[in-house]
Nanobody, 127 residues
């Protein structure tokens, strides 16, 4: 079974930094799209960053471009989201997700509908 487990969500002050981790297990192909999404109550889930694992291409939503960095540690089966210059509007539940149908430039489509596997989420609060 595919399992994604997020960690690292905490409360931070505006302007601060935070790194989220996603431990991945059960994927049979190392070439996938791995994404980070966020959601606040009453709003749709927003794709913020994605990486083509095994290739390293990264993609970002405009709202986080230049502030967030997605990366992978393939040996540890872990995906990271480094978040800098945090703003109150970054407050959300953050989810890690896997899209096993595509890789490479297709990962630029950070759409919820493209992702089949999801973690349980980790809360980030910026005040």
């Amino acid at each position: 079974d595919v399992q994604l487990v997020e960690s690292g969500g905490v409360s931070v002050q505006a302007g601060g930094s935070l790194t989220l981790s996603c431990a991945v297990s059960g994927l049979t192909d190392r070439h996938n799209c791995m994404g980070w999404f966020r959601q606040v109550p009453g709003k749709e889930r927003e794709g913020v960053a994605a990486i083509s694992t095994g290739g390293g291409s990264t993609f970002y939503a405009d709202s986080v471009q230049g502030r967030f960095t997605i990366s992978e540690a393939s040996a540890r089966n872990t995906i990271y989201l480094q978040m800098n210059s945090l703003r109150p509007e970054d407050t959300a539940m953050y989810y890690c997700a896997a899209n096993t149908r595509y890789s490479g430039s297709w990962c630029s489509r950070i759409w919820e509908s493209e992702y089949s596997y999801w973690g349980q989420g980790t809360q980030v609060t910026v005040s």
